[in-house]
């Protein structure tokens, strides 16, 4: 997904793309749910529609991030998020990690400072754009937020459901900011829109259905993952170097996915 956001240059403005991502999912999820025989509108249409509102802000965020910044920084900063969603777990649900999956958070984010070299050497300060840095971070927050809510809602809601309506809010949302600066996409730019639309779909998807049946803190130390592999596309696609900071990374980082899966048997 943040391949397609990538390709996208910056030329459209961010509401556009979030509002194609918001078409996209909502014919997707909306078939999926009517195939499945759901009531679309969940039971807890307060907090559905918080988490839409919330995961529609951080991916406001996230996309104005990855435009700004290489892909392996940006997916590096994003990664300030499982820390805080295990402490608004703990606070909000009572899930305290336990020793093991305490061990993998560690190990998962030592990974992610060894591979913000690109953030500069030490002593040397920052070499990234602040204003890029800053949407980034904002995305990881409210992107915590995001997950523990989706947490709560799988007490009582159907993992599909919850994937309907964050669509359903991302479109109003939207769909104002883009009437107000509307861009006409060309046709690449549409095939790159519909790409956005549906690779995050399939993210929603796997990590809804991780989140409603993993412990939050548990569910987001796998998605350490997701860092080697911005690294490895970011170096695959857009021509940015992989160096021995980003290898000795990915392997602590692979190290947290082993730890946290002993923790999930024990």
Not at 119 to 125: C, D, E, H, I, N
Not at 218 to 234: K, S
Request: glycine residues 12%; charged residues 10%; proline residues 6%.
């Amino acid at each position: 997904m943040t391949v397609c956001v990538k390709q996208l240059r910056g030329r459209l403005p961010v509401a556009e793309v979030v509002l194609g991502r918001a078409l996209v999912s909502v014919v997707l999820s909306g078939w999926l749910v009517r195939r499945a025989g759901l009531n679309p509108l969940g039971q807890r249409r307060g907090l559905l529609a918080l988490r839409g509102a919330v995961g529609t802000a951080a991916l406001f965020c996230v996309y104005l991030g990855v435009m700004r910044l290489p892909l392996a920084a940006a997916t590096v900063l994003q990664y300030l998020y499982p820390s805080v969603t295990a402490l608004l777990a703990w606070a909000w649900l009572g899930e305290r990690p336990g020793s093991l999956i305490a061990l993998a958070m560690a190990l998962g984010w030592l990974g992610v400072l060894v591979m913000a070299h690109p953030l500069g050497a030490a002593g040397s300060g920052p070499t990234l754009p602040l204003e890029g840095v800053a949407w980034a971070v904002a995305g990881a927050l409210l992107t915590a937020v995001a997950y523990v809510s989706v947490r709560e809602l799988g007490r009582s809601e159907h993992p599909q459901v919850i994937v309907l309506w964050f669509p359903l809010i991302s479109l109003p949302l939207s769909l104002p900011l883009v009437i107000l600066h509307p861009t006409i996409p060309t046709l690449p730019e549409l095939g790159w829109l519909l790409g956005v639309g549906l690779f995050t779909q399939l993210g929603q998807i796997g990590l809804t259905h991780g989140l409603v049946h993993l412990p939050a803190a548990r569910a987001t130390t796998i998605g350490y993952a997701q860092v080697a592999f911005a690294a490895l596309w970011g170096w695959l696609v857009f021509g940015e170097g992989i160096g021995a900071p980003t290898l000795a990374g990915a392997g602590l980082i692979l190290a947290s996915i082993l730890v946290g899966q002993a923790g999930k048997q024990s």
